[in-house]
């Protein structure tokens, strides 16, 4: 079973919102965090927000500040770009950490990812 589902991609217009969302039902256990990474075809994987459970410390890529907007187990994007365009993957990290990992290595369960696709 996949720990990690995502849902909420689609193709929108340049300015456009989506709300991403993750389904963590496929895994037990605790969550510390949860992080959202994205992918775009022959780039690396990077942070673009992530969010603690203890606190709900929250933490942002500069270019995803003041755009998208973080909640536990779901990512609201508004005034989407066409270089938004990418996977997104959420992922959740099940011990505990003082600040919110923003490298992949930090987290220890994926989803598959979901594809947003922003046209201009």
């Known amino acids: 079973q996949v720990p990690l589902v995502e849902s909420g991609g689609g193709l929108v217009q340049v300015g456009g919102s989506l709300t991403l969302s993750c389904d963590t039902s496929?895994?037990?256990?605790?969550?510390?965090?949860m992080g959202w990474f994205r992918q775009a075809p022959g780039k690396e994987r990077e942070f673009v927000a992530g969010?603690?459970y203890i606190g709900s410390m929250r933490d942002y890529a500069e270019f995803a500040r003041g755009r998208f907007t973080i909640a536990l187990k779901s990512l609201q994007m508004d005034s989407l770009k066409p270089e938004d365009t990418a996977v997104y993957y959420c992922?959740?990290?099940?011990?505990?950490?003082?600040?919110?990992?923003?490298?992949?290595?930090?987290?220890?369960?994926w989803g598959q990812g979901t594809q947003v696709t922003v046209s201009s």
């Open positions: 992922a959740t990290r099940d011990t505990y950490a003082p600040r919110v990992p923003t490298a992949p290595q930090g987290y220890n369960y």
């Open positions: 496929g895994r037990s256990g605790s969550t510390y965090a």
């Open positions: 969010i603690s």
